[in-house]
T-cell receptor, first 111, second 116 residues
């Protein structure tokens, strides 16, 4: 079993839809959770950063962490074609420790 | 925000030659830099972690003598792919972490290497 798993997609949705992206993990010691967005042939950029369980909202993006289920989610409201990218989850056990990345989910938002 | 640059953005070389890729933190001091490799439609695979002034720590399965990493200053790290072969063709991405953002990595735009 991989340490962090994501559905690779591709996930295609119409413009304006609510998108749900998810990661599951096996290491219950993970405490810091990140979501990165990566456009084709570009480096990843940080979207959301959360610590431990709970929700965090930033504009159209909401990150959820359920440590009891070892499951994290990223929701995108009112999705736009510009949201078409690969979304990577990443997590670490301790502050400042190296991240473990999920394989990424490719999202296409169709106009 | 923190900006990380990479140079070159793409490079094509002949098999057997060496290629150097630079990673620079432009507006902050990077105490730690990371080098990743990414194959098409796959996730980032950490190759090595380097702290300024120290030897890099390589992940299991990464050849130290093939992928030379130097982190001589707080704003520059280099990755040299020695005696490159076609199987080394990939997207190489660096990231940097500074003292004030110790739990956040800022990624460079990546370098696409094609070995003929």
């Amino acid at each position: 079993q991989k340490e962090v798993e994501q559905d690779p997609g591709p996930l295609s949705v119409p413009e304006g839809a609510i998108v749900s992206l998810n990661c599951t993990y096996s290491n219950s010691a993970f405490q810091y959770f990140m979501w990165y967005r990566q456009y084709s042939r570009k480096g990843p950029e940080l979207l959301m950063y959360t610590y431990s369980s709970g929700n965090k909202e930033d504009g159209r993006f909401t990150a959820q962490v359920d440590k009891s289920s070892k499951y994290i989610s990223l929701f995108i409201r009112d999705s736009q074609p510009s949201d078409s990218a690969t979304y990577l989850c990443a997590m670490s056990v301790r502050y400042g420790q190296n991240f473990v990345f999920g394989p990424g989910t490719r999202l296409s938002v169709l106009p | 925000g923190a900006v990380v640059s990479q140079h070159p953005s793409w490079v094509i070389c002949k098999s057997g030659t060496s290629v150097k890729i630079e990673c620079r933190s432009l507006d902050f001091q990077a105490t730690t830099m990371f080098w990743y490799r990414q194959f098409p439609k796959q996730s980032l695979m950490l190759m090595a972690t380097s702290n300024e002034g120290s030897k890099a720590t390589y992940e299991q399965g990464v050849e130290k003598d093939k992928f030379l990493i130097n982190h001589a200053s707080l704003t520059l790290s280099t990755l040299t792919v020695t005696s490159a072969h076609p199987e080394d063709s990939s997207f190489y991405i660096c990231s940097a972490r500074g003292l004030s953002s110790y739990n956040e990595q800022f990624f460079g735009p990546g370098t696409r290497l094609t070995v003929l």
